[in-house]
């Protein structure tokens, strides 16, 4: 095996994931991850169909996984009275299994950590430099150092597809929406209840406890370290918001922790260069569309096995791995949610609320998401090991 050296950059779902697969093939396996230590939080995200449950089987976290569900939960989409208007039902919220991104992104980091993958908290690769026979890395804080191969799961914003493909700019297109994330305490007997005023929508109650909005904008200019600046947008953006949005915004001014990102798309042609791969949201990240979970998984289950199956040469691998790969991920082309979640105009409102009644419209749509999600072959790679 040649190559066996490699850098992932971004501990969430996909880095760690593929950590775990090239670990198991005999890599020698290094994490880079900016947060201080594992990030928490983040909504609940999900796996639909047999082919993201056979990834989890054969990664050996389909029970763990299944213990940590969340279990999706009817949303009631509310007037600005409270009265309920129609119901989003759970299962098409949450997939078939959901469990929040933080319970999954620790658990794939605790497995790969006992393992022996290293991780380094709380660092950012800050060049790239490939050579015939390696990448000369340069950190934030660690020392230099050489590697064979680098690969960036380090999100929508990725900081290795910047360093090696070119800017964000080139690669990543805003759709209109913002939506925030924020812990906010649990509001008794509440139940999942969603808003919506033309071009925003906030969401809150019930056990998972996580206010959640979506509203329109033009493409904002702010540091997505800056919580105070990021509390600031979302509290201007809701200004004279009905319904219980007064008091969610109290909360949001005394949360320690926001998470504010653009609902934006990634378009690439290419998911490697020479020596250096992308992986999950970094390379076809659509946010909120409901399948980015799925995709950085199956996606490192197949760069893994690609690199394992050719001896680790690069070449062969990353030109395997995008052509088995591209038609799965196909579906974050397709949609944006910002549209669907807060819809524009009253009558677009209520043209959605009636969607959520048609018991057929949903069954179709569930289909269809089944269906992409199920939409690859899967090689057995396991075998690889004898295991
Ligand atoms: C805190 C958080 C909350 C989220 N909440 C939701 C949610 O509620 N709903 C939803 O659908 N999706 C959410 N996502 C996105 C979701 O996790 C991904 O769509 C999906 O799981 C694909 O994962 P990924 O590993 O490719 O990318 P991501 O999950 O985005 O992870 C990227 C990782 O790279 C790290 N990183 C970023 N820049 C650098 C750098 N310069 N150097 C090193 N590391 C870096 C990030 O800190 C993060 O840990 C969230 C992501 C994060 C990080």
């Known amino acids: 095996m040649k190559n066996t050296n490699v850098l992932i950059s971004g501990a969430s779902i996909g880095g760690p994931a593929l950590a775990y697969w090239l670990d198991r093939y005999g890599f020698d396996v290094t994490v880079v ?4 230590a594992p990030r928490p939080g983040g909504q609940a995200v999900d796996f639909k169909g047999a082919i993201h449950r056979t990834v989890l089987e054969r990664m050996g976290i389909l029970g763990e996984v299944l213990r940590l569900q969340t279990g999706g939960t009817d949303q009631e ?9 129609a119901v989003l039902p759970g299962e098409f919220t949450g997939g078939e299994i959901e469990i929040t991104r933080g319970d999954l992104a620790r658990l794939l980091y605790e497995k790969t950590a006992a393992a022996g993958c290293r991780y380094v908290f709380g660092d950012s690769i800050t060049s790239l430099t490939q050579t015939a026979s390696g990448v000369h890395v340069t950190f934030e804080r660690g ?25 964000e700019s080139d690669y990543v297109r805003f759709l209109g929406h913002y939506y925030a994330l924020v812990d906010v305490p649990e509001i008794a007997g509440s139940v999942p209840s969603m808003y919506n005023e033309p071009g925003r929508m906030v969401a809150a109650g019930g056990p998972k ?12 200019d702010y540091d997505r370290y800056d919580t105070e600046g990021m509390k600031k947008i979302l509290i201007e953006a809701y200004a004279g918001m009905g319904w219980r949005t007064p008091a969610i915004l109290s909360e949001v001014r005394r949360a320690d922790d926001v998470y504010l990102d653009s609902i934006s798309q990634v378009r690439i042609d290419r998911y490697a260069e020479g020596r250096v791969a992308l992986l999950g949201d970094a390379a076809y ?23 394992a199956l050719a001896g ?26 910002g549209p669907f979640l807060a ?13 959520f009644k048609n018991r057929l419209l949903l069954k179709l749509m569930l289909k269809m998401t089944d269906m992409f999600a199920t939409n690859i072959d899967l090689k057995d790679y396991p075998s690889l090991t004898g295991r």
């Open 312 to 337: 680790g040469d690069h070449q062969v691998a990353f030109k395997r791995y995008e052509e088995g790969f591209r038609g799965y991920a196909k579906i974050a082309k397709n949609g944006n949610a």
């Open 33 to 36: 991850e900016k947060a201080p």
């Open 77 to 85: 989409i509310v007037g600005a009275d409270g009265r309920r208007l």
């Open 343 to 355: 819809p524009g105009t009253p009558g677009r409102i209520r043209m959605r609320n009636w969607m």
């Open 285 to 307: 990240g659509n946010t909120l569309g409901g399948f980015g979970t799925g995709l950085a998984l199956v996606g490192a289950y197949v760069l893994a096995g690609e690199l």
């Open 143 to 167: 020392a230099p150092r050489t590697f064979d191969l680098v690969v960036g799961a380090d999100g929508i914003h990725s900081n290795v597809r910047r360093l090696a493909f070119g800017p």
């Open 209 to 220: 406890a996580a206010a959640f909005f979506t509203f329109a904008s033009p493409e904002l």
